[in-house]
């Protein structure tokens, strides 16, 4: 079949490393093609060549066959290829049509025809199925929705060939199934698709073939019918991966934390969490299924302090904590994995070190005479975390924020884990990070739960929840729908029950009810 | 090391240094324009200056005020907040510390000075602490009510010093304060003073408060991503609040040291916008206190050479206030500066 597109023997040197070595690559003309690699694997940098944003050191590019500089986005776009970069480049204030026809303005006698700009951005998005309001705000539109605006951009630009740099990372699972639907859509069109992605599942779903990136080298390209989950993870990491978690059944003993009758309002007053009670018990994983948005995040917080709940009991070993201050909580042996990084977990600006003590901050050893900080014991709190959890760089006096995201959240997962704590919660503990990053953690989890610790998990990933938790809480609007041991929950029966479907009349199918 | 840690690395370093060497350049150009050489005039502002032990005092004694307040805006940035109440503050803080000045007499000098310093900082840190708390707890904006105190301020020494603590002479001041509560003469018959002594040892207690202590990590934190303070299990509002109140303390001191030191007496409408140029020199300083304590005495340099310069040359005072701004300006549009930097290595 003829390639639309070809890159051949791009090599790009940056300081230190070799970005793409030698990478040559065909795109075929209307196909899916996924690329895929682990953070820093060169996927970026080769399609920021593609795009001309940086410039190759040698090799070639072919466009329909010929041989083109790509000197800068411009002459890119010129091309017919469209670009959507994971953090979108959308103007907050203006409307969805202001963004789109955004430096390609209709005319008319020197002013912009905002009607016809409406006009031609409903017909594109209802032509390839993208459903957004041409007059909404980008503020006031969900992520997904300034996605689709992204994407509208591009194809309003008449892009030929699009490259989705990891789409995935920022939806969640229904969007994401909205966006595949996007893509075929386009695909039926005769656009052609580079999709940029961590997840391997995706790529057998949605992709016609597959390349595989490592270290800035291309290790090979499949046809997706003819390869599987176990060799791409492989041609991904460059080892045997774990697919599933390996661990023993759990023992859980007393329990450590339970939540009797807990609602909770978000900031805008709305009930978030409704009358909702829960148990966990030492060395064992509760996990929390749910569609993001049905009061996860509200029922974590109130649990950690950071939002009071309107009603209900935590308690801890049998003490109320639903009245301490995230400190006390904290102090009595509370661990929180946030689900944001960034916005949470971590103060980007402030080094390894400082960003290991927070919240230990005002504890021995790290404070002497109640007010001083002990350099010395921060310092070796840092160093050994860095060692035990393989955090890179390894110099504890970097910035946070330079660094990549799997070790931003070894991190946090650090700081957390090395409490010993006796509760923890895990909030989509890996998202977006890369296979081997994900392994490592789930590894992490599961040593945790085998010392003793009761471990909250919440994730929007189902294949997370069912590979590390021993019961699973399935959240809908707000409310616990039921608790199943793992053994009798599987991906279908969970999907069926996030989305609100009622437990006993799954197709007559008898489960015991719910565990506890 | 030790440098790296409190983010004053050589390449913050670098926008500074190279906004004052473009700003200098931009102002050749209007005293070319002005008819004469800017190499004599910028010799003249130099050596006027620097130029001399007493010119250099001189030099030191305009910086002393600056240095607390820019120290004070500095400080309540690093907790994420805006003070532009330096001004209000220094008026509060000089007028309490007047007012004790000139009421005990007999009293040791020991005793005396220090009441008066203290008296005028705790009432420059009350002052700070109204838009603090109505920051911290009711999410009022921190801008708008520090300016607000301004004015509240202004009005009220205006009101006590022709008033209740009026002096004896026509003029609205306050009587001058009792030798035991002045802060001595350094350097005579320049008016630097001891004040300078306390704006080192501020800068120094600054410094280890946000490096070195627990407090210090808890206030930039907050400044810096307030949602992961709360999550770490730090009051952001607590916080908030402390560092308004020592910010309004250290503005406070430099009113109280034109009052004890400068002066020896209030005098209503003192201060040549003391607590703006505050501003600028927290931005030029970086946030940073060692930054401040040489912003500062840049800029009373800038004053005192300036005042110079316009008697001896046919320069106006006036191209100083132009070098002010463009500094400003080039630190505060610090990527352009950068940029400019970047553009200059390739070609």
Redesign the interface.
């Known amino acids: 079949m003829e390639h639309i597109l070809e890159m051949k023997n791009i090599t790009k040197r940056f300081p230190g490393v070799v970005a793409n070595d030698a990478i040559t690559l065909g795109i075929r003309k209307g196909e899916i093609h996924s690329l895929v690699g682990e953070n820093g694997s060169g996927k970026s940098t080769l399609m920021s060549i593609l795009y001309g944003l940086y410039h190759a050191d040698s090799g070639e590019i072919l466009f329909k066959g010929k041989k083109v500089e790509i000197g800068d986005s411009r002459a890119a776009i010129d091309l017919g290829l469209g670009m959507v970069f994971q953090h979108f480049m959308l103007v907050d204030t203006l409307t969805v049509a202001e963004n789109v026809i955004l430096r390609a303005e209709p005319a008319r006698y020197r002013f912009v025809d905002y009607r016809q700009a409406q006009n031609t951005v409903k017909k594109l998005a209802s032509d390839y199925g993208l459903r957004v309001d041409p007059r909404a705000r980008i503020s006031d539109i969900s992520v997904g929705q300034q996605q689709r605006v992204e994407i509208l951009k591009a194809l309003y630009r008449h892009a030929q060939i699009l490259i989705l740099d990891e789409p995935t990372a920022v939806l969640t699972p229904q969007e994401t199934e909205e966006l595949f639907q996007v893509m075929r859509n386009l695909k039926q069109q005769g656009t052609t698709i580079v999709f940029i992605t961590h997840k391997i599942k995706e790529v057998l779903a949605i992709s016609d073939r597959v390349s595989v990136l490592r270290r800035g080298k291309l290790m090979g390209t499949r046809n997706t019918a003819e390869t599987n989950h176990r060799e791409l993870a492989e041609m991904v990491v460059g080892r045997e991966v774990l697919l599933r978690v390996e661990k023993k059944p759990s023992e859980p003993r007393e329990t450590v934390a339970s939540i009797a009758g807990l609602t909770v309002k978000d900031r805008r007053g709305t009930t978030m969490v409704k009358d909702v009670s829960l148990e966990v018990r030492s060395g064992e994983v509760l996990g929390i299924a749910g569609v993001e948005g049905n009061g996860q995040q509200q029922l974590v917080e109130a649990i950690?302090g950071?939002i009071k709940p309107e009603a209900g009991k935590v308690m801890l070993h049998g003490q109320p904590i639903q009245k301490l201050?995230?400190?006390?909580i904290?102090k009595r042996g509370v661990s929180?994995i946030?689900e944001d990084r960034h916005?949470?977990?971590?103060?980007?600006?402030?080094?390894v070190a400082?960003n290991l003590i927070?919240?230990l901050?005002?504890q021995h050893p790290?404070?002497e005479r109640y007010?001083?900080?002990n350099e010395k014991q921060i310092d070796e709190h840092a160093r050994r975390l860095v060692a035990d959890y393989d955090i890179r760089p390894t110099d504890i006096?970097q910035i946070v924020r330079t660094f990549s995201g799997g070790n931003q959240q070894k991190v946090v997962v650090a700081r957390e884990f090395s409490r010993k704590p006796q509760f923890l919660i895990c909030s989509q503990p890996t998202r977006g990070l890369d296979i081997g990053a994900i392994e490592f953690i789930h590894q992490e989890i599961i040593r945790q739960r085998d010392q003793g610790t009761a471990v909250l998990l919440v994730s929007a990933e189902l294949d997370e929840i069912l590979s590390l938790s021993d019961r699973i809480a399935v959240m809908y609007e707000g409310r616990i729908v039921t608790v199943l041991p793992a053994a009798e929950s599987d991906e279908r029966r969970l999907g069926y029950l996030m989305l609100g479907g009622d437990l006993h009349r799954t197709e007559g199918v008898e489960i015991g009810t719910s565990a506890e | 090391m030790e440098l790296q840690q409190s983010s004053y690395s050589s390449r913050d370093l670098l926008v500074p240094v190279v906004s004052v060497i473009l700003a200098l350049l931009a102002g050749s150009v209007f005293i070319l324009i002005v008819g004469e050489n800017p190499v004599a005039a910028y010799r003249v502002l130099f050596v006027e200056s620097f130029g001399s032990v007493r010119n250099i005092a001189t030099t030191l004694q305009r910086a002393t005020p600056l240095m607390f307040t820019g120290m004070a805006v500095a400080f309540a940035f690093r907790c994420g907040m805006f003070n532009i109440g330096a001004e209000g503050q220094l008026y509060v803080g000089a007028i309490v510390a007047a007012i004790v000045g000139v009421s005990f007499a007999n009293l040791p000098r020991l005793i005396h000075l220090p009441l008066a310093v203290l008296a005028g900082m705790a009432a420059g840190g009350v002052w700070a602490l109204v838009p603090g708390i109505l920051k911290a707890k009711l999410g009022v904006h921190e801008v708008i009510n520090t300016i607000m105190m301004n004015f509240v301020a202004y009005y009220l020494t205006d009101y006590l010093v022709t008033g209740p603590f009026h002096g004896g002479r026509w003029a609205p001041e306050t009587d001058r304060v009792f030798p035991t509560a002045a802060l001595a003469r350094i350097f005579p018959p320049t008016r630097l003073n001891s004040g300078i002594l306390l704006a080192l040892v501020a800068i120094g207690v600054v410094y280890v408060i946000l490096w070195k202590t627990r407090t210090g990590y808890e206030i930039r934190a907050v400044g810096l991503n307030p949602t992961a303070a709360e999550y770490g299990g730090i009051s952001v509002s607590r916080n908030m609040i402390l560092a308004m109140g020592i910010s309004g303390a250290l503005a406070s001191l430099a009113g109280v040291e034109q009052v004890l030191g400068v002066h020896g007496r209030f005098i209503q409408r003192f201060s040549p916008e003391l607590g703006f140029v505050g501003i600028a020199v927290a931005l030029l300083g970086k946030n940073h206190p060692v930054g401040v304590f040489f912003a500062a005495i840049l800029f009373g340099a800038l004053r005192t050479g300036g005042a110079a310069m316009d008697r001896l040359t046919d320069v106006p005072r006036e191209l100083v206030v132009i070098i002010q701004a463009m500094i400003i300006m080039l630190v505060a549009a610090d990527e352009l500066t950068r940029g400019l930097l970047r553009r200059r290595r390739t070609v």
């Open positions: 950690t950071l201050s995230p400190m006390n904290k929180y946030p916005k949470r977990g971590l103060i980007l600006d402030y080094n400082d927070l919240g901050h005002t790290f404070v007010l001083f900080r006096r």
